[in-house]
């Protein structure tokens, strides 16, 4: 079994940064990616970035430029480095990672004050 674990959400303010962690108890790196999703109460979860088992990334528009994603194979972590938040940033953030199946985290909130 994989167990994902996020950390690193909390308050913060409007231009401010955060960086989230993503802790797996199996290898990372047998994983075909890793994503980062966010959910606000009440509305469909919003997929946000994606790291291959390649290395190669890719973004959702809202956050193209503001986010990076990472990932450290002997960690066996993955990161979610954010600068510049907005309010609408505000969510709980999910790792996911997909294999032969998909695995969720249990959630960082993330809450960016005006």
């Known amino acids: 079994q994989v167990q994902l674990v996020e950390s690193g959400g909390g308050l913060v303010q409007a231009g401010g940064s955060l960086r989230l962690s993503c802790a797996a108890s199996g290898s990372i790196s047998s994983m075909n990616a890793m994503r980062w999703y966010r959910q606000v109460p009440g509305m469909q979860r919003e997929w946000v970035a994606t790291?291959?088992?390649?290395?190669?990334?890719d973004y959702a528009d809202s956050v193209k430029g503001r986010f990076t994603i990472s990932r450290d194979n002997a960690k066996n972590a993955v990161y979610l480095q954010m600068n510049s938040l907005k309010p609408e940033d505000t969510a709980v953030y999910y790792c996911?990672?997909?294999?032969?199946?998909?695995?969720w985290g249990q959630g960082t909130q993330v809450t960016v004050s005006s």
């Open positions: 790291i291959g088992r390649g290395g190669s990334t």
């Open positions: 996911n990672a997909a294999s032969w199946r998909t695995w």
